[in-house]
């Protein structure tokens, strides 16, 4: 098997399930417990929160959630308690997390603004600049996009919004882990574990010092009054056995996913005809890879591939099994119906080896030939 679909998830790391069963087998006291058991489990907590804050370089709070989209709903409905006549300003590249609720708010007769942005996917700095002046009280947007890669450049963003008084989310989903994060400046930032060879169900919500964002769930007082319910002990130390590997080798990874994603788009231009790649590959993940490829479809491909054993994506796969029939990021950067449909996205990890690519651009070439032939008698 070859697994290209690392955006959508990761295979979780042996130190990470070690860590969970070990916690559902002996760490299992509840850490709200007043007995020393409950209270050493408590402690183990404290201090995987502590180290996961100091990768994230950032000065602030950490709250444990169910993920990414749990803690972009959470600052997208605090914002709606704090200023009910608020302006958001956000990208048409965001995730369906961060749409959504932003979009709910609109519905609501909320103010949204969305920023211009380019045919490979940048938002327009200018616009950015005349928007936030024009007055904005939330900016939400993407660290990493999950479909093209691009990544946000976060120190002109943070320069234009200085002092302007704006509330700047960002959603690290595609970030954590995989490239350097300093959280200077902004104000809240969320994750999920499994992105990262963690477990599905845990992730995590930064906020910076002095900010104030009201709680989504309530209840027992968990997580400092802020996210009540019992916590997710397995999950949580797997998703701390997780960053503490991509910690140690975020340099080393991102140098070998980097030559693997360059060794795949010399051969993909090569040898296959008609390839388009999307995104600006200047500032993108080398995890993430979306390109067309004329005269084929994409979702024909990823079940053609998938006969070989060989998984990939046409899209975020949080928004693969909605029927609009559109992909709001491919129309936001123009791309035109033909080429929207042909799309695939492939989304590549520190353990694939050259030899997988190999297989995969072989069987790929093959498939895309015979889709061709197929497409050009219709």
């Known amino acids: 098997m070859i697994y290209l679909d690392n955006c959508a998830t990761t295979?979780?790391?042996?130190?990470?399930?070690?860590a969970m069963v070990k916690a559902m087998t002996e760490d299992y006291a509840n850490p709200s417990s007043l007995h020393t058991f409950g209270l050493d489990i408590e402690k183990k907590i404290r201090s995987c929160r502590q180290e996961i804050l100091d990768f994230l370089h950032g000065s602030g709070n950490l709250y444990f959630t169910s993920g990414a989209t749990e803690g972009n709903n959470t600052i997208i409905h605090s914002f709606s308690k704090d200023k009910p006549q608020g302006t958001i300003l956000t990208s048409p590249l965001e995730h369906a997390s961060l749409k959504e609720p932003i979009q709910d708010l609109k519905n609501q007769g909320f103010q949204v603004k969305i920023?211009?942005?380019?045919?490979?996917?940048?938002?327009?700095?200018e616009d950015l600049k005349e928007k936030v002046d024009q007055g904005v009280d939330l900016l939400a947007l993407t660290h990493v996009n999950s479909e093209l890669g691009n990544i946000l450049p976060l120190d002109q963003v943070l320069e234009i919004i200085d002092g302007k008084g704006a509330h700047f989310h960002l959603d690290g989903v595609q970030a954590f882990g995989k490239i350097p994060v300093?959280?200077?400046?902004?104000?809240?930032?969320?994750?999920?574990?499994?992105?990262?060879?963690?477990p599905?169900?845990?992730g995590g919500l930064y906020i910076r010092n002095g900010i104030k964002v009201h709680p989504l769930v309530y209840g027992g007082g968990q997580e400092g009054n802020f996210r009540s319910g019992t916590e997710n002990v397995p999950g949580i130390f797997g998703l701390y056995e997780a960053v503490k590997e991509a910690r140690d080798h975020l340099e080393e990874n991102y140098g070998k996913v980097l030559n693997l994603k360059n060794y795949l788009l010399e051969n993909l231009t090569e040898k296959i005809q008609g390839v388009h790649i999307h995104g600006d590959l200047n500032q993108a993940s080398p995890y993430i890879l979306s390109l067309a490829v004329e005269g084929t479809r994409g979702e024909v491909l990823l079940h053609m591939l998938e006969q070989d054993e060989i998984y990939l994506s046409t899209a975020s796969a949080c928004s693969?099994?909605?029927?609009?029939?559109?992909?709001?990021?491919?129309?936001?950067?123009?791309?035109?119906?033909?080429?929207?449909?042909?799309?695939?996205?492939i989304c590549l990890n520190d353990e694939l080896t050259k030899e997988d690519i190999d297989v995969f651009l072989s069987r790929f070439k093959e498939h895309v030939e015979t889709l061709q032939a197929i497409i050009g008698r219709c």
């Open 11 to 18: 295979r979780v790391k042996k130190s990470v399930l070690d």
């Open 115 to 125: 920023l211009k942005v380019d045919s490979l996917g940048n938002i327009d700095l």
């Open 200 to 202: 599905k169900g845990i």
């Open 320 to 345: 693969s099994h909605k029927k609009e029939g559109k992909n709001p990021i491919h129309q936001a950067i123009g791309l035109d119906p033909a080429e929207s449909i042909a799309t695939i996205r």
């Open 182 to 198: 300093s959280l200077k400046g902004v104000d809240s930032y969320v994750f999920s574990g499994h992105k990262i060879h963690g």
